[in-house]
Nanobody, 118 residues
Framework: QVQLVESGGGLVQPGGSLRLSCAAPAGDFAIFDMNWYRRAPGKQRELVATITSGGAANYAASVKGRFTISRDNAKNTVYLQMNSLKPEDTAVYYC????????????WGRGTQVTVSA
């Protein structure tokens, strides 16, 4: 059974940092492109960052230069380092893979809440 477990969220002041983690299923994790998404209150889920199986990363314009996505294939884990956080970064953050979404018919984990507030 597929299970994605996001963690590391919390309450942080503007300008602060958080590091999110996502534990993914073992097996062929290393060949998946992995993404971080977020859903802010009242908004659609948006793609934040992508890392390919080869380690190439891409970012949404709103987070470029502040967020860093990385992966550890030995641990089946993908990370999102978030620096210089802003109130508009407040959202529930999810990880997923386009391949897993198709395979599972749209499975999503519970996500992890990030709140940026003074």
């Amino acid at each position: 059974q597929v299970q994605l477990v996001e963690s590391g969220g919390g309450l942080v002041q503007p300008g602060g940092s958080l590091r999110l983690s996502c534990a993914a299923p073992a097996g062929d994790f290393a060949i998946f492109d992995m993404n971080w998404y977020r859903r802010a209150p009242g908004k659609q889920r948006e793609l934040v960052a992508t890392i390919t199986s080869g380690g190439a990363a891409n970012y949404a314009a709103s987070v470029k230069g502040r967020f860093t996505i990385s992966r550890d294939n030995a641990k089946n884990t993908v990370y999102l380092q978030m620096n210089s956080l802003k109130p508009e970064d407040t959202a529930v953050y999810y990880c997923n893979s386009p391949t897993l979404i198709v395979r599972t018919g749209g499975y999503w984990g519970r996500g992890t809440q990030v709140t940026v507030s003074a």
